[in-house]
C-alpha cells in the first residue's frame, strides 16, 4: 500500500516531527559535525566566527542529514557520505549567506544575520570561503559524479536567486515563474542531497531519479510552506522576521493567489505593497488579512501538500524500515510546520 500524509507510524494522532530522522542519523551526524567544524577553520579568526555564527545558530541539518538518512536507505556501509553531508551544509550556509545580503534581512533563526553584525562585505566572503571548502570536500571523495550532482545544484541555486532577484517588485509574477524560482533556490539542494547517497552507494540511475524525486518535491513543500507562514505565523516560529517576504516585495504563492483573486481594490493594494510604497506595519495586517479571506494560504498549503505527497510516492520502491518511516515522516513534518 502506498503511504500517504497522515499515515505515517501507525498513529494518525501523533503530532510528526524531525525526532525520528535525528535518531536515525545522530551517529554519522556527529562524524558530518566534526567534519563542518574542522573545514570551517582558517587562520582568519573572521571567518570561523562568522561561519560558526550561523552554522551553529540553531539550524536543523535538515539537508545533510537527508543525504545520511537516504545512505541508510540504502544500507551504505562506508563513510563517503560524512564528508558530503558537510559538503551540503557548507554549499546551503553560503547560499545563506549571500541571502542575507541580497535581502537585507536583520533576523535568521531568531538570531541578527552575519551582515547585521560584520557587514555585507564580510558575509559575502566567508560565504564564498564555504563554496570552496565544499568543491574541496566534493574533490576529496573523487567521484566525478558527485562532482557533476553537487555542482549543478550550486549553479541551479545562483540561478534560482538571480530569477527571484529580477521578479522581484513584479505584480505579474505568475505562478510557473514562481515554481521555477523554488524549485531552483530551494528544491535543487534538497535533491541534490539525495541523490549524492545513491551514488556512494553505487546504485543505479532510476534509484538516484527516485531519491532525488523525493527531495525535489520535499524542497518545494518546504519552500510553499515557508511562504504561507511568512503571512500565518510569528517570529519565533518563522526564525525570521514576520513580513519579510511582504517588505522585501517578493510574489510568493499565497500573494500571486491573493492577488489574482482579488477585486480592483485589492489588486491596486498589492501592486503598490511589491513596488514598495505600502510597507508599514498595517499594510502588512492588510496583506494577512487579504491572503487570509482569498483562501490564498490555505490553498498553499495544499499544494504544498501535493507535493508532499510526491516525496513520498517517490519513496515507493524502497524497502519498508526505519530509515523509510523516518523520511516520510519529515515530509510530514515539513508540511506540520503550517498548523
Given at each position: 500500500?502506498?503511504?500517504?500524509?497522515?499515515?505515517?507510524?501507525?498513529?494518525?494522532?501523533?503530532?510528526?516531527?524531525?525526532?525520528?530522522?535525528?535518531?536515525?542519523?545522530?551517529?554519522?551526524?556527529?562524524?558530518?559535525?566534526?567534519?563542518?567544524?574542522?573545514?570551517?577553520?582558517?587562520e582568519?579568526?573572521?571567518?570561523?566566527?562568522?561561519?560558526g555564527?550561523?552554522i551553529?545558530?540553531g539550524g536543523?541539518r535538515m539537508r545533510?542529514?537527508?543525504?545520511?538518512?537516504?545512505a541508510?536507505?540504502?544500507?551504505?556501509?562506508?563513510?563517503r557520505?560524512?564528508?558530503?553531508?558537510?559538503?551540503?551544509?557548507?554549499?546551503?550556509?553560503?547560499?545563506?549567506?549571500h541571502?542575507?545580503?541580497?535581502?537585507?534581512?536583520?533576523?535568521?533563526r531568531?538570531?541578527?544575520?552575519?551582515?547585521?553584525?560584520?557587514g555585507?562585505?564580510a558575509?559575502?566572503?566567508?560565504?564564498?570561503?564555504?563554496?570552496?571548502?565544499?568543491?574541496?570536500?566534493?574533490?576529496?571523495?573523487g567521484?566525478?559524479?558527485?562532482?557533476?550532482?553537487?555542482?549543478?545544484?550550486?549553479?541551479?541555486?545562483?540561478?534560482?536567486?538571480?530569477?527571484?532577484?529580477?521578479?522581484?517588485?513584479?505584480?505579474?509574477?505568475?505562478?510557473?515563474?514562481?515554481?521555477?524560482?523554488?524549485?531552483?533556490?530551494?528544491?535543487?539542494?534538497?535533491?541534490?542531497?539525495?541523490?549524492?547517497a545513491?551514488?556512494?552507494?553505487e546504485?543505479?540511475?532510476?534509484?538516484?531519479?527516485?531519491?532525488d524525486?523525493?527531495?525535489?518535491n520535499?524542497g518545494?513543500?518546504?519552500?510553499?510552506?515557508?511562504?504561507?507562514?511568512?503571512?500565518?505565523?510569528?517570529?519565533?516560529?518563522?526564525?525570521?522576521?514576520?513580513?519579510?517576504?511582504?517588505?522585501?516585495?517578493?510574489?510568493?504563492?499565497?500573494?500571486?493567489?491573493?492577488?489574482?483573486?482579488?477585486?480592483?481594490?485589492?489588486?491596486?493594494?498589492?501592486?503598490?505593497?511589491?513596488?514598495?510604497?505600502?510597507?508599514?506595519?498595517?499594510?502588512?495586517a492588510?496583506?494577512?488579512?487579504?491572503?487570509?479571506e482569498?483562501?490564498?494560504?490555505?490553498?498553499?498549503?495544499?499544494?504544498?501538500?501535493h507535493?508532499?505527497?510526491?516525496?513520498?510516492?517517490?519513496?515507493?520502491?524502497?524497502t519498508?524500515?526505519?530509515?523509510?518511516?523516518?523520511?516520510?515522516?519529515?515530509?510530514?513534518?515539513?508540511?506540520?510546520r503550517?498548523?
Open positions: 500500500m502506498t503511504a500517504t500524509l497522515h499515515s505515517i507510524s501507525g498513529d494518525a494522532t501523533a503530532a510528526p516531527s524531525m525526532d525520528a530522522l535525528v535518531a536515525l542519523v545522530a551517529g554519522d551526524l556527529r562524524h558530518v559535525n566534526q567534519v563542518i567544524l574542522d573545514r570551517m577553520q582558517s582568519i579568526p573572521l571567518i570561523p566566527e562568522l561561519a555564527h550561523l551553529a545558530g536543523k545533510p542529514m537527508l543525504t545520511l538518512a537516504c541508510q536507505l540504502l544500507e551504505y556501509g562506508g563513510a557520505h560524512h564528508k558530503l553531508a558537510a559538503c551540503v551544509e557548507f554549499i546551503h550556509t553560503a547560499t545563506l549567506l541571502d542575507d545580503v541580497v535581502d537585507g534581512s536583520g533576523l535568521r531568531g538570531r541578527r544575520t552575519a551582515n547585521i553584525i560584520w555585507n562585505a558575509s559575502v566572503l566567508v560565504g564564498d570561503f564555504l563554496f570552496s571548502r565544499s568543491f574541496e570536500l566534493m574533490v576529496e571523495d567521484s566525478l559524479k558527485v562532482l557533476r550532482i553537487l555542482s549543478n545544484a550550486s549553479a541551479v541555486i545562483a540561478e534560482g536567486e538571480v530569477n527571484q532577484l529580477t521578479a522581484q517588485r513584479q505584480v505579474g509574477l505568475g505562478e510557473e515563474r514562481y515554481l521555477a524560482i523554488i524549485s531552483a533556490k530551494t528544491a535543487a539542494l534538497f535533491a541534490a542531497a539525495c541523490r549524492i545513491a551514488v556512494v552507494a546504485r543505479d540511475d532510476g534509484v538516484e531519479l527516485a531519491l524525486a523525493y527531495g525535489r520535499l518545494i513543500a518546504f519552500q510553499l510552506v515557508d511562504d504561507a507562514l511568512d503571512y500565518a505565523s510569528d517570529a519565533e516560529t518563522m526564525g525570521k522576521g514576520v513580513g519579510d517576504d511582504f517588505r522585501e516585495g517578493k510574489m510568493t504563492l499565497p500573494v500571486i493567489l491573493a492577488y489574482a483573486r482579488g477585486t480592483d481594490e485589492d489588486r491596486k493594494f498589492w501592486k503598490d505593497a511589491v513596488e514598495g510604497r505600502r510597507v508599514s506595519d498595517e499594510d502588512l492588510i496583506a494577512i488579512r487579504l491572503v487570509r482569498t483562501g490564498a494560504i490555505d490553498d498553499t498549503i495544499a499544494r504544498a501538500r507535493y508532499g505527497q510526491r516525496a513520498i510516492d517517490a519513496l515507493g520502491p524502497f519498508r524500515g526505519t530509515a523509510k518511516s523516518a523520511l516520510t515522516e519529515a515530509v510530514e513534518f515539513a508540511i506540520s503550517a498548523y
